[in-house]
C-alpha cells in the first residue's frame, strides 16, 4: 500500500501544489512513484478550483517541474487518508491542528522545512504578492525539504524500490 503525503499552505495555487509536483518529480526520478502518492490542499477556500499560481508554474517549469492539479480545501477526512500532513509554515501548521478538534492526528502533521537539509528556515514564504525571487525561494526550499522528506521516508517507513 503507497504511503500518503498531503502538502498544506493557504490557497492552494502556489506553495502546497509546488511542494506535491516537486515530490513527484523526485519519485519519478527515482523510479518510486508507485510507493507513495501526494496532493496538496489550502486550509482556505480562496482558489477552490484553480489551477496552480501561473508565476509559480512558470518557475517550477524553467527547472523542468511541471505544476498540475487544482486547488482544493483542506477537509477533516484527510487527516484518515494521509499518513503525512505538512504545512508550509508556522500559520497553516496551526490551522491544519485547528481542524483537528479531538487532537487525534497532532502526529501526522509536520512543518516541511523539518525536512530541508540545505536551508536553515523554519517556513516557506509565501509568493504570492511579491516578485520573481519570491517563486525561486519557494522552488529552493521545496526541493531542498523535499529530498530531505523523501529520504526519511524511505529511512523510517521502509519504503524502497
Known sequence: M???????????????????????????QQGLEHLIVCDSAGTSSYHVGASPDRRMRATAARRGIELLGSARQLDVSDFEKFDLILAMDRQNYQDILALDGQNRYRDKVRLI?????????????????????????????????????????????????
Open 2 to 28: 503507497a504511503y500518503k503525503l498531503l502538502f498544506v499552505c493557504l490557497g492552494n495555487i502556489c506553495r502546497s501544489p509546488s511542494a506535491e509536483n516537486i515530490m513527484n518529480y523526485l519519485l519519478k
Open 113 to 161: 522545512c523539518d525536512f530541508a537539509t540545505q536551508s536553515p528556515e523554519k517556513e516557506v514564504p509565501d509568493p504570492y504578492y511579491g516578485g520573481q525571487e519570491g517563486f525561486e525561494r519557494v522552488i529552493d526550499l521545496l526541493l531542498d525539504a523535499c529530498a530531505g522528506l523523501l529520504e526519511e521516508i524511505m529511512e523510517t517507513e521502509g519504503v524502497r524500490e
